[in-house]
């Protein structure tokens, strides 16, 4: 990276890697503009003040991949003016600064994240606003933070599947207590949600014990989740995804009363009427399941081709599993 156009065309790599979600792509590139720190410095500010907001979000990611104070500072004052713009573009670009500073470690980024939580809860937010400023909170927890987000809490009007309630809720309980607390019938399904929603972000180790419990309640829900759509359905459909977003973790830590439970849950779920939580079911199955599940899959095998397609592949898989 010594020639101006090589600069180019890593900035032009980086903003299409980003505008396609290829964050792996997106990593490497901005570890080679990590090698030059005043020349990166330089290349992302600019991209910061681009008109064109994909150019932004990319230079927001870049510079909460680099982390540090100086990174934070940037992202701050381009957070305000994101937030004065009051457009959808601008909307797009906070959301990539907020997701940016998730990701830095330093206390300052979660001393702006709170900043900008004081004035999202002053206001009114959509639901995407509180649920994005929640997951980056999580990543920056801290036991500092139960005071401002009780507050802003009780600033905000009632959301559905609010994720900063999740948030509260996994950092005032112990593990031992989540436990219990998932297992019970008494607590909504919705808040249950909550915290899946949070956990998807980032699954700390501490919280894999947490896991056969999660299951648990889906075994108690899943008629409900079968026979119609809503709060019980979406529940499961959130549990299959967090268990795929970290499967490489959860299988291996997963006893094996747990990991049966869960397959029972996964073929009930195959026939679910909702067909995000359906679709969800296959793929696990796909993961762990046995070669009779194919006969499963493929008899509620929907109309839907997309989501067709996705049952055929996972019934070939497990006949097929080393193909």
Known sequence: MTRGTD????????????????????????????????????????????PDAQVRQAAAFSLGELGGTASVKLLEQQLATEEARDDHDGESVVEAITRALGRI????????????????SSGKPGIGDVNTLARALWCRRHPDLIPPIQNALKQLAPLAMNSLHGVLLLLEKSPEELQTWARAPSVPVEHKTEILTVLDEDLPDELLSLVPSLVSAASALVDTAVSQQGAASYYCERLLL?????????????PQEARSELHAVAR????SVAPN???????????????E????????????????????????ALRNPRS
């Open 7 to 50: 600069l180019q065309q890593v900035r032009d790599e980086l903003v299409d890697a980003c505008t396609w979600g290829d964050e792996t792509r997106a990593r490497a590139l901005v570890s080679t503009l990590g090698t030059q720190p005043r020349k990166a410095k330089a290349l992302l500010e600019a991209m910061l003040k681009d």
């Open 105 to 120: 470690k330093e206390s300052a980024a979660r001393a702006t994240l709170l900043r900008r939580l004081e004035r999202v």
């Open 242 to 254: 967090l268990l795929q977003q970290h499967k490489e973790r959860i299988f291996p830590a997963l």
């Open 268 to 271: 009930r779920l195959v026939a």
């Open 277 to 291: 939580c359906a679709g969800r079911s296959t793929l696990l199955l796909r993961l762990m399941g046995q070669p």
């Open 293 to 316: 599940d194919a006969a499963l899959i493929e008899a509620h095998r929907p109309a839907d081709p997309m989501l067709a397609r996705s049952f055929d592949e996972a019934a070939q």
